[in-house]
């Protein structure tokens, strides 16, 4: 960019009254100041657009979004660009300079010529690359998730002795993206190649024609220097606006992925009452906390409903506990309740309120969940547990342990302050589990959602955790989703799931006389630990 000042303060004769002139570099200034708050407002607006997908976490236009904006390349490019070349080529082209010598047609004419036969270059090779950069795109997308899929599930790849078809695969992936990747360097080589080899040319026809008329006297040897200057200075940025129109397919590429994002619209709106407002207006009852009201749920893409006229009542002070067999919809009960997805016939009533008039932060103010999947964010576990109380003091914190069964910590030489790895993989499931529970029980909440959250716990472990909580959770209702009996035999209403519909609701006992499902589900795995 210092080459190109001096060039243009040298040859280029600038008043510095030219009206032209001074425009031309405001524009350019004001453009990069807007290019650059561009490339800050994009990135921020295709970030909170991946937060707000929560509905699909795992979906391809996530993980897709995610490396575009990684590696930052839409909007930089452009900005890039600008920055560099565009905003020293703008006053060049907007000054009224004429080059000295005679014949200035010939002259100008002959470089119109080669920047033009450049251009319609440039352009096809863009045309051209364009597709190859979005296939390029995908094949980044699915070496990340094989390379994903190799880390995550190494194990289970060396349990079958699979390393050798995982190695094919890999080669598969980047051998389809370096095949992709040659073909459009083959393209840039061309232009490049061909772009200089004129340059050359045009710079050997003004020694050229200029070395004739100088032989003729019709031109003097200072002005054929001049009008080669001005030459080198019109290609050199001619070269510029070339390695910046190469940039044009990626970026374009990156972006086009980067809308499809953004004209997501999300299927979960935020509707405008608030729990506080509408406490006295509860028509189930004060102790009804949530109430399924004849909710039927099917996703977007399924032929049937997953779950269909759910109809029962968690109380205050009470204990719901669903049971059924795996796939019977058990955990999207508990999705449902923290309006990951919204009913599609019926209610979800929160303390009185239809969920879908909620805004997501008060539901999921008023409840705390433990996950199916314990999961624990590195850290510590004074850091974990303030997940669900920022402002709890240690006292709150071994209290939390303590209901959890999780005292195996305060046996650790660092206590509270106890390292977690990421996901809690330095501890065991169990461990996790009531890790996850004493997380939960952090929060102060109206309803608390445990989602299998018992099953790595030995029989000992879960009965003592179970006869803990009922002191801890008095003043809120509990939902327990469970697969063994064991665990919610207790619990003052047990439902019964089939295939998503209610095969039975009541007390164990009232189950046991009238429920067939229940009583074989009883039956199999009382066989089981007479079996063990």
Same mark, same amino acid.
């Given at each position: 960019?210092?080459?190109?000042?001096?060039?243009?303060?040298?040859?280029?004769?600038?008043?510095?009254?030219?009206?032209?002139?001074?425009?031309?570099?405001?524009?350019?200034?004001?453009?990069?100041?807007?290019?650059?708050?561009?490339?800050?407002?994009?990135?921020?607006?295709?970030?909170?657009?991946?937060?707000?997908?929560?509905?699909?976490?795992?979906?391809?236009?996530?993980?897709?979004?995610?490396?575009?904006?990684?590696?930052?390349?839409?909007?930089?490019?452009?900005?890039?660009?600008?920055?560099?070349?565009?905003?020293?080529?703008?006053?060049?082209?907007?000054?009224?300079?004429?080059?000295?010598?005679?014949?200035?047609?010939?002259?100008?004419?002959?470089?119109?010529?080669?920047?033009?036969?450049?251009?319609?270059?440039?352009?096809?090779?863009?045309?051209?690359?364009?597709?190859?950069?979005?296939?390029?795109?995908?094949?980044?997308?699915?070496?990340?998730?094989?390379?994903?899929?190799?880390?995550?599930?190494?194990?289970?790849?060396?349990?079958?002795?699979?390393?050798?078809?995982?190695?094919?695969?890999?080669?598969?992936?980047?051998?389809?993206?370096?095949?992709?990747?040659?073909?459009?360097?083959?393209?840039?080589?061309?232009?490049?190649?061909?772009?200089?080899? +004129?340059?050359?040319?045009?710079?050997?026809?003004?020694?050229?024609?200029?070395?004739?008329?100088?032989?003729?006297?019709?031109?003097?040897?200072?002005?054929?220097?001049?009008?080669?200057?001005?030459?080198?200075?019109?290609?050199?940025?001619?070269?510029?606006?070339?390695?910046?129109?190469?940039?044009?397919?990626?970026?374009?590429?990156?972006?086009?992925?980067?809308?499809?994002?953004?004209?997501?619209?999300?299927?979960?709106?935020?509707?405008?009452?608030?729990?506080?407002?509408?406490?006295?207006?509860?028509?189930?009852?004060?102790?009804?906390?949530?109430?399924?009201?004849?909710?039927?749920?099917?996703?977007?893409?399924?032929?049937?409903?997953?779950?269909?006229?759910?109809?029962?009542?968690?109380?205050?002070?009470?204990?719901?506990?669903?049971?059924?067999?795996?796939?019977?919809?058990?955990?999207?009960?508990?999705?449902?309740?923290?309006?990951?997805?919204?009913?599609?016939?019926?209610?979800?009533?929160?303390?009185?309120?239809?969920?879908?008039? +909620?805004?997501?932060?008060?539901?999921?103010?008023?409840?705390?969940?433990?996950?199916?999947?314990?999961?624990?964010?590195?850290?510590?576990?004074?850091?974990?547990?303030?997940?669900?109380?920022?402002?709890?003091?240690?006292?709150?914190?071994?209290?939390?342990?303590?209901?959890?069964?999780?005292?195996?910590?305060?046996?650790?030489?660092?206590?509270?302050?106890?390292?977690?790895?990421?996901?809690?993989?330095?501890?065991?499931?169990?461990?996790?589990?009531?890790?996850?529970?004493?997380?939960?029980?952090?929060?102060?909440?109206?309803?608390?959602?445990?989602?299998?959250?018992?099953?790595?716990?030995?029989?000992?472990?879960?009965?003592?955790?179970?006869?803990?909580?009922?002191?801890?959770?008095?003043?809120?209702?509990?939902?327990?989703?469970? $697969?063994?009996?064991?665990?919610?035999?207790?619990?003052?209403?047990?439902?019964?799931?089939?295939?998503?519909?209610?095969?039975?609701?009541?007390?164990?006992?009232?189950?046991?006389?009238?429920?067939?499902?229940?009583?074989?589900?009883?039956?199999? $795995?009382?066989?089981?630990?007479?079996?063990?």
């Amino acid at each position: 960019m210092l080459l190109s000042r001096k060039w243009l303060d040298e040859f280029v004769h600038v008043d510095a009254n030219d009206k032209d002139f001074a425009e031309a570099m405001t524009l350019s200034g004001s453009k990069v100041e807007t290019v650059t708050a561009l490339d800050e407002s994009l990135k921020n607006v295709v970030v909170g657009k991946i937060l707000s997908m929560e509905k699909h976490p795992d979906s391809d236009h996530m993980w897709v979004c995610q490396i575009d904006v990684g590696r930052e390349e839409p909007v930089q490019i452009v900005t890039g660009a600008w920055n560099v070349h565009i905003d020293d080529l703008v006053p060049v082209a907007m000054h009224k300079s004429t080059l000295p010598g005679g014949k200035k047609i010939e002259k100008g004419t002959l470089l119109g010529v080669v920047v033009a036969i450049v251009l319609v270059a440039a352009v096809f090779t863009v045309a051209n690359a364009a597709p190859i950069f979005m296939r390029l795109q995908s094949f980044i997308d699915r070496m990340n998730v094989v390379l994903r899929e190799n880390i995550v599930g190494v194990r289970v790849i060396r349990a079958f002795n699979k390393e050798r078809h995982e190695e094919q695969r890999l080669d598969e992936v980047f051998s389809d993206y370096a095949a992709n990747a040659i073909k459009v360097n083959h393209l840039f080589v061309g232009l490049d190649s061909s772009s200089f080899f +004129l340059m050359n040319i045009a710079e050997v026809a003004v020694l050229w024609v200029g070395g004739n008329r100088v032989g003729v006297h019709a031109m003097q040897i200072g002005s054929i220097s001049a009008v080669l200057e001005y030459a080198i200075l019109i290609l050199f940025f001619v070269m510029m606006a070339q390695m910046v129109v190469l940039t044009l397919p990626r970026a374009a590429a990156c972006l086009n992925r980067a809308q499809q994002v953004l004209e997501i619209e999300p299927s979960i709106v935020d509707g405008q009452r608030t729990l506080d407002a509408a406490a006295s207006d509860s028509k189930d009852g004060a102790d009804a906390v949530a109430v399924f009201d004849h909710m039927s749920f099917r996703f977007d893409d399924a032929d049937e409903d997953t779950l269909c006229d759910l109809n029962f009542t968690c109380r205050r002070g009470q204990t719901t506990a669903i049971v059924g067999s795996t796939g019977s919809g058990k955990s999207t009960v508990a999705k449902l309740l923290l309006r990951f997805h919204d009913a599609t016939k019926g209610a979800i009533r929160l303390n009185g309120v239809d969920l879908r008039d +909620l805004s997501q932060d008060d539901i999921r103010g008023r409840i705390a969940y433990v996950p199916q999947k314990a999961w624990l964010f590195s850290g510590t576990v004074a850091s974990n547990l303030r997940f669900g109380n920022e402002d709890a003091t240690e006292a709150d914190m071994l209290h939390a342990l303590q209901v959890a069964q999780s005292t195996f910590v305060l046996d650790q030489p660092q206590g509270l302050d106890t390292p977690v790895a990421q996901g809690g993989t330095n501890f065991s499931g169990g461990q996790r589990q009531r890790l996850a529970i004493a997380r939960a029980l952090m929060k102060r909440a109206d309803l608390y959602i445990f989602d299998d959250s018992f099953s790595a716990l030995d029989f000992k472990t879960d009965a003592a955790l179970r006869h803990a909580l009922q002191d801890e959770t008095c003043d809120a209702a509990v939902l327990i989703i469970a $697969q063994r009996v064991s665990s919610i035999r207790h619990a003052n209403q047990i439902i019964v799931l089939h295939e998503g519909r209610m095969a039975g609701i009541g007390t164990h006992e009232e189950l046991m006389e009238t429920c067939k499902v229940y009583q074989e589900i009883y039956e199999s $795995q009382t066989k089981e630990v007479q079996e063990a």
